[in-house]
């Protein structure tokens, strides 16, 4: 049982494929399904993580991972298709790519990271995930209404914009107040 927390996470990517077929394909309401259940997912994994204590390093790596992709694939793929605005998306994937290079930056040049994720950055997870599973409701029945998506788009730029910069302000502290490591 401790690993299954894990399990979820392996789950939530596998579920990226089919949710970006079925998009393709223009079957919102399956998309949307598949996309509930990967939300879900990333509550489940961590509420059985903490209360369960079935933390592990894995998990800490799985769990960022499984949000990025499931997060970069489903804005690129709406993007492509004209569902999402390319500036959210642009939005959006540039933030994770920082983040991401920051990350292995810092682990090269610096040390371990230590770090958990910071409210902004678990508000703007939120944003993206509310604002994608509107899309996609918007794209099988045509509810809520554009000026929602409108409001909702650019809640996910502000709070993607001001994650990022927390982000980039952390690994920056923490550089500088680290001793660089020897090679």
């Not at 991401?100 to 994720?117: D, E, Q, T």
């Amino acid at each position: 049982m401790r690993h299954l927390p894990n399990l979820i996470c392996l789950i939530r990517i596998g579920l990226v494929w089919p949710i970006a077929v079925a998009l393709q394909r223009q079957q919102y309401f399956v998309s949307t399904a598949l996309f509930i259940a990967a939300a879900v997912s990333d509550g489940a994994d961590g509420y059985l993580a903490k209360r369960f204590g079935w933390t592990s390093e894995l998990g800490k790596a799985l769990d960022p991972l499984a949000d990025k992709v499931l997060l970069m694939t489903l804005f690129i793929e709406c993007a492509w298709l004209g569902l999402v605005p390319p500036w959210v998306t642009a939005a959006a994937v540039a933030r994770d790519v920082l983040i991401v290079l920051g990350a292995i930056v810092y682990r090269l040049w610096i040390g371990p990271l230590h770090g958990r994720p910071t409210a902004i950055s678990k508000a703007n997870t939120g944003a993206q995930l509310l604002y994608l599973l509107m899309i996609m409701i918007n794209a099988a029945v045509g509810f809520p209404p554009a000026k929602v998506l409108a409001a909702l788009a650019v809640i996910v730029l502000i709070t993607t914009l001001s994650s990022g910069a927390s982000y980039c302000l952390a690994f920056t502290r923490r550089a500088w107040s680290q001793p660089v490591r020897s090679s």
